[in-house]
């Protein structure tokens, strides 16, 4: 069953704690991309890698955020320390270089209070 | 300005309806555009590609690119209640890192 597994799926947690989310890209794909959709902005670019080298990072706030491929087969999105406005859901998509489709996983939705 | 604008709905029809499905653009050096179906609490699945500028056709869905008027649409005929989702249009210069619309959000009524 080839698809983007996204943990968790669910995150509750207090502003100032840190957050880690993790993507499992579908066996294969060379980029990965992660994406954060709120009602406000919709789905947004934070960065995107290509065999596990980063590409493109220019939507993530750098203070906060860091994106990381530590494996072909993982990618981790921290926020330390979170605020409640990193309230959203956030999806990891995985692709084939030159290929026009991505694959997204689940998301996972976080709730910073 | 947003780079891509998409009305955001809802917009609801009768089961059977067509359906139009309409985003805007500002970046004429978009040459990749796609189409994503995104239903509620799931993330966004492709639904239609097309490339540079003309229509491309499969079973109930129809896309359309005008690059000369930076607009592209999706026809969905026949509409079912399963059709009922957030439609996602996307747009990339390149063959990857694509901007996305906020989304329409449709509902077919049966």
């Known amino acids: 069953d080839a698809r983007v597994t996204q943990t968790p799926r669910h995150k509750v947690t207090e502003m100032g704690q840190e957050v880690t989310m993790r993507c499992q890209p579908i066996?294969?794909?060379?980029?990965v991309f992660w994406y954060r959709q709120t009602m406000m902005q919709g789905l947004e670019l934070l960065a995107y890698?290509?065999?596990?080298?980063?590409?493109?990072d220019s939507g993530m706030p750098k203070d906060r955020f860091s994106a990381e491929m530590p494996d072909a087969t993982l990618a981790t999105l921290k926020i330390q320390p979170s605020e409640p406005r990193d309230s959203a859901v956030y999806f990891c998509?995985?692709?084939?270089?030159?290929?026009?489709?991505?694959?997204f996983g689940q998301g996972t939705r976080l709730t910073v209070v | 300005q947003k780079e891509v604008e998409q009305d955001p709905g809802p917009l609801s029809v009768p089961e059977g309806a067509i359906v139009s499905l309409n985003c805007t653009y500002s970046?004429?050096?978009?040459?990749?555009f796609m189409w994503y179906r995104q239903y509620s609490r799931k993330g966004p699945e492709l639904l239609m590609y097309?490339?540079?500028?003309g229509n491309k056709e499969d079973g109930r869905f129809t896309a359309q690119v005008d690059k000369s008027s930076k607009y592209i649409s999706l026809f969905i005929r026949d509409s079912q209640p399963s059709d009922s989702a957030t439609y996602l249009c996307?747009?990339?210069?390149?063959?990857?890192?694509?901007?996305f619309g906020p989304g329409t959000r449709l509902s077919v009524l049966p």
């Open positions: 970046n004429s050096a978009f040459q990749y």
């Open positions: 066996l294969g794909h060379n980029t």
């Open positions: 998509a995985s692709g084939l270089q030159g290929n026009t489709e991505a694959f």
């Open positions: 890698f290509r065999n596990r080298a980063p590409l493109d």
């Open positions: 097309t490339y540079s500028s």
């Open positions: 996307a747009m990339s210069e390149f063959s990857q890192n694509f901007v």
